[in-house]
């Protein structure tokens, strides 16, 4: 696929499209399916990169993979597993950053891991420190050398006590993937607790573990020496689905996003009605549209599960710029995620970034010197530009402030837009909007 679009902006998105399983879970449970002890099947998989990265992944290490793409179901048999040869998983991961996630299952299954050096999209520091605290809490023995990380447990893995210093959702997972098998009872305070971990957990759950979760951000693991296979369904992405929401609303069209699951997306859909945008919910999906008129500035704060969901934050703010007023968005999951807004300014929007914790609480961002909060006025009519994609949310954020300005804008490195919506040309198409490859 050519690597840039040349997009016609300027008219409404009208029509209807499908979201499938979250890219944030199925790579996951893709990945659980290493503790297994026989095969298991994960319905309403999305064809992404990032499946595509992880199917290698598990099939370097000896896990056979069979993907129905168009049936969205995958089987995964790790019968077979053994250690992938070092320059194969760093020539197969990329910027991939799921490799990490392998090690507790490699550890209970072989007992030694290894992982290249991590990628993944430039939006703020995700240091993999907790990951290895984590596994040596465990008692894993972490080997830093020049080409990565090698990862033993020559006594097995033991449960223990976590306290993490933000409910960090890769943390979260890492532990989860390595406590379900970990002698003994393993605690994690400060839990995440977002949709797709629930997700990981029910997956863990009919797998054989045991796991409870409190209401205070505590879960509790009890080991257990075996784990079978699964049979599950992933839920949908509520990320795309926002996505999808936040260009109708940009673009003042009506969009039906199938699939697209309510009680996941609770904070956005009240943002969402703030804003002056209108839904509909169905068994289905949900129906989002432009209503006419005037939209509302907001004051907005991201926040970890159940607040407003980081990555809603890039594309809703496209939208934003259509509004009237100063809306302002405190950001404060991660510290860089206001880059994007450059290529806004200039296609003619008036966004501000500011280092003060703005229009919210007082957050681990503040006196640090990271743009984490932004004051958009609007509105603003938007002017085709040349725009290059910096990662994949700040990437489709991009895609809707093309179709909303008014002209041809050439977007460039849309195939990290590949790595999480899932068909994004075909949904266009489908849409009514314009574009080309040149």
């Not at 007082?362 to 530009?385: D, E, K, M, W």
Request: with cysteine; hydrophobic share 40%; glycine share 12%.
């Amino acid at each position: 696929m050519d690597d840039v679009l040349y997009v016609n902006g300027g008219n409404p998105l009208n029509g209807q499209i499908t979201v499938r399983g979250a890219k944030n879970f199925v790579s996951k449970a893709m990945v659980a399916a290493l503790l297994g002890e026989g095969p298991s099947v994960l319905r309403n998989v999305p064809q992404i990169r990032d499946v595509a990265v992880v199917t290698g992944l598990l099939e370097l290490h000896g896990v056979t993979v069979h993907h129905d793409a168009e049936g969205g179901v995958l089987t995964l048999d790790p019968s077979n597993v053994e250690s992938a040869h070092v320059a194969d998983i760093d020539a197969h991961a990329g910027s991939s950053r799921i490799p990490i996630l392998f090690c507790g299952p490699l550890l209970h299954r072989l007992g030694e891991a290894f992982i290249p050096d991590l990628g993944g999209c430039r939006i703020g520091d995700r240091p993999i420190n907790y990951h290895l605290d984590i596994l040596r809490q465990f008692g894993a023995e972490v080997d830093k050398r020049a080409q990565g990380i090698h990862i033993r447990a020559p006594q097995g893995l033991h449960g223990t006590k976590v306290t993490l210093p933000y409910p960090s959702v890769g943390a979260t997972e890492q532990l989860l993937l390595t406590a379900v098998r970990a002698e003994g009872l393993t605690e994690l305070r400060n839990a995440a607790i977002e949709p797709e971990i629930m997700d990981l957990i029910n997956v863990l759950q009919k797998m054989g573990a045991i796991i409870s979760v409190d209401t205070d951000r505590v879960i509790r693991i009890e080991g257990v020496a075996r784990l079978g296979g699964y049979r599950h369904t992933a839920l949908a992405d509520r990320i795309e689905a926002a996505s999808w929401a936040s260009a109708a609303l940009a673009t003042r069209g009506d969009v039906y996003v199938r699939g697209a699951s309510q009680p996941e997306m609770t904070a956005f859909l009240n943002t969402f009605r703030k804003v002056g945008g209108e839904f509909d919910v169905d068994d289905d999906g949900i129906r989002f549209w432009h209503p006419g008129g005037d939209l509302s500035s907001i004051v907005l704060e991201t926040d970890v599960h159940p607040g407003f969901m980081t990555d809603w934050q890039q594309p809703l703010v496209v939208a934003l710029t259509q509004a009237t007023g100063l809306s302002i968005v405190h950001e404060t999951v991660y510290e860089n995620r206001f880059g994007f807004t450059d290529a806004l300014r200039g296609m003619g929007s008036t966004i501000q970034v500011y280092r003060e914790c703005l229009g919210g609480h007082p957050c681990r961002f503040g006196q640090r010197n990271f743009y984490h909060s932004a004051v958009i006025s609007g509105p603003t009519p938007l002017a085709a530009a040349d725009i290059e994609v910096p990662d994949l949310r700040g990437g489709f954020s991009h895609l809707i402030a093309a179709l909303t300005a008014k002209g041809t804008s050439s977007v460039r490195g849309i195939q990290l837009i590949d790595r999480g919506y899932e068909h994004f040309q075909e949904k266009l198409t489908a849409l009514g909007a314009e574009f080309s490859h040149g």
